[in-house]
């Protein structure tokens, strides 16, 4: 890296307009199970009157599968964010001090896709 151009009070304000945005987007992936399991249970099934549980329909069926096969980029989101923004304060922290190489580090670091593990996730952590 041949030159730096920040401002820390810059990096500071966007990256807590970022964190602001990560709190949403939590909020938003709670939702995201929450209703989708309501959905999944509201959407009944093809069979007649039943004793006990109703049995899972086509419908909730198909829904689970959604979940389960976005869930992944789902979580990949607010991590990715997260992880961006960490990094910019860090190495803007490395920067502030002139400790360029140790900025740059952190820079390239931050780059890399974040891990996300999930119970049953066949990916191994990565984000494909």
Known sequence: MTRWDVTPSGVDFVTSLVGDAIEEIDQDV????????????????ISGPVCGAVPTGPVGAALALFVDRTA?????????????????????????????????????????????????????????
């Open 30 to 45: 709670k939702s995201y199970g929450t209703n989708a399991k309501s959905a999944a249970e509201s959407a009944g099934s």
């Open 72 to 128: 992944h980029d789902v979580m990949f989101l607010s991590a990715r964010a997260a992880k961006s923004a960490n990094g910019a304060r860090e190495a803007t922290a490395y920067y502030v001090v002139g400790n360029l190489e140790m900025a740059s580090d952190t820079q390239h670091k931050a780059l890399a896709a974040p891990k996300i593990d999930l119970p049953g996730d066949k990916r191994g952590g990565d984000h494909k």
